[in-house]
């Protein structure tokens, strides 16, 4: 096998690689594939390469800062990362200092670590793996992939290759997407920001400029996190369609409390009487909200597959936000800047739709029609930054090579606009219906249809599967090959 040590600045030389398996995304649920496929006795050296830009493998967009205002917004102890050991994570951040070093983790009975410390703990779990050589990383952004007799072919943008019997799609979560109309009025905007977690833009923002974030969720409290972590002094504007925010972690010890499953509801409104009954039903026994909620995000994937799929797209359209600000909640750090911030009347929120957007060079003018009134409310801001969450609709398209696997009739966007279609067992749909043995969707990408699969305990669950999967085919295989 040829393997090429010289450097291409931080990269190395264009190489080919003769794998098992390609994953393609580096972040936590490439990583934990890989992971996992690695430590299997089914898989031989070499025999894992994940193409992945980023100098760390695990972290990936979301943990992959040093920012100490981005925290998780789950407690530690619910980091179950690693099959098997779902204390590793708050283990390893005891025992490595770092809740020493940071005291403000510690809220009530829970810690709510930062998000760059899981990173790490990722990067740690992946190293040995990568330094034994059970897994090859390319620091390349994937460019081209297309299929050749029964094997994938992968190509890097410095021009790295790998031909791999099996192919895992991990690329997470896509960026934000800007509203039409922000889009076409602010395009080319030097003020607008397009992607608010991402590029330097912070520390071009002046203590007192006004910021006006378009969306209300927690990408947008992160930017508020971030902002007063600097000391800005200037006045932030949520704006948002529902006029919702998300809600609070309790601090206190809460367990799930709820039976979902076993009712089966068959329609959302089944669902949502049956979510009313049970939250009644905890709060009469002393118990909180979030305790119905973390029942349900357990019991979520069997829920959403009992669903219809007209029942699955009238829940989306009709309390997907509801359910968001309950489902994704604050950890009580950032709720409590938050508060403080609204209190000193340095944030404030907006709910409507925007009728007229005007720009100067140094300005921004946004006219919001506001709920519930209708009166006209004009917003005057220096900086506008998009933080609307992931646009799910637009993955495929999003990327050339992606795109590409479209085309050529191996992937398909999935029919409730949350990703890429997939089966149960996680293999990709093509376009004539039928799964694609040997291409896998791990992470939120295959949302459609897993419905509760953004979470890490939830990633990783789906992650242990795939590579089991793909360990039982090879076993398969070689049964087959011995018989003839």
Known sequence: MLQLSSAI????????????????????SGASVARQLALCDGVEKDGVVIFEPRKRIGAGLA???????????????????????????????ARTGRLAADPRAVAGEHVFARRGDFGEFMATQMAPLIEQERIVHRREQVVHVTRRADLWLVTGEAGSSAVADELIIATGQPGPQAPKAIASALNGHPRLVADGLKGEWLSHVRTNDRVLVFGAGLTAADVVGQLAGRGHA????????????PQVQSVSAVEPFGDF???SPRSGRQLLQRVRATVAEAESQGLSWQSVFDALRQQGQTIWAGLPLEEQARLLRHLKRQFETRRYRLPPQNARIMHDRFEAGLLRHRAGRICRIERSRHEISVDVIKKPAGTVERLVTDWAVVATGPDFGSVVTSQPWLAELERLGFVAADSLGLGVACDRTSRAIGRNGYPVDSLFIAGPLARGTFGELTGVP???????????????RRASARTTCDLV
Do not use: K
Not at 9 to 28: N, Y
Not at 84 to 90: D, H, K, L, N, Q
Not at 461 to 466: K, M
């Open 9 to 28: 600045g931080a990269r190395t030389a264009p190489v080919f690689h003769r794998c098992r398996v390609v994953v393609i995304g580096g972040g936590f």
């Open 261 to 263: 499953s076993a009712f």
């Open 234 to 245: 200037g006045v932030v504007t949520l704006l948002s369609r529902s006029g919702l925010l």
């Open 63 to 93: 943990y992959d800062t040093t920012d100490p205002s981005l925290r998780l917004n789950v407690a530690a102890h619910r980091m179950r990362a690693l099959p098997g050991r779902p204390e590793a994570f708050a283990e390893w951040h």
């Open 458 to 472: 939830e990633i990783a669950t789906q992650a242990d599967q795939i590579a089991h999967t793909i360990i039982a």
